[in-house]
């Protein structure tokens, strides 16, 4: 894949896009962390494009059709992971390219993913992994509405 394709995949990003984590609540009462990177845009042909850069990186995003409920808005597609594989390989990719809140936020989950990914390896379970320090640092700091390049960074967490 070209420089040129990854520049555009996270100017893509770095305007149209979201690189976060949340937390939803489980049946069981238990709060899971959830790592997530989504664009959203109208132009189909962009999607396409973005859909066919991330498959050339082998990552499986979902694409949502999403029609706003107010009739003056034009329909949106949405590319949407939650897959720590995926993340990782797609920001491991297009980090470089990014710039300001997204690339500290970039940092972040790219750490994050990491950690989580070793952790599930050396401790693997049929239940999911316990969230420990670290886990709760990164959702803090990614979730910190001052988050910039000269805020947190992945480096401030670990």
């Not at 959830?34 to 999607?47: G, Q, S």
Request: contains cysteine; aromatic residues 10%.
């Amino acid at each position: 894949m070209l420089d040129t394709d990854l520049a555009w995949l996270a100017g893509l990003w770095d305007g149209e896009g979201s690189i976060t984590m949340f937390t939803h609540q489980e049946k069981n009462g238990s709060t899971k962390l959830c790592p997530t990177c989504v664009v959203v845009n109208t132009d189909i042909h962009i999607i396409n494009k973005a859909r066919s850069l991330l498959e050339a990186l082998e990552c499986k995003f979902i694409l949502h059709e999403f029609q706003p409920k107010k009739k003056e808005y034009k329909l949106q597609w949405r590319i949407t992971t939650r897959n720590m594989s995926y993340i990782k390989k797609f920001l491991t990719a297009v980090l470089p390219y990014l710039v300001g809140e997204k690339k500290a936020k970039g940092e972040i989950l790219l750490s994050y993913v990491t950690q989580r990914l070793q952790k599930m390896e050396r401790f693997p379970s049929k239940g999911s992994t316990p969230y420990d320090e670290v886990d709760w640092a990164h959702f803090t700091a990614i979730r910190s509405s001052t988050t910039t390049r000269e805020g947190a960074s992945a480096q401030d967490i670990v």
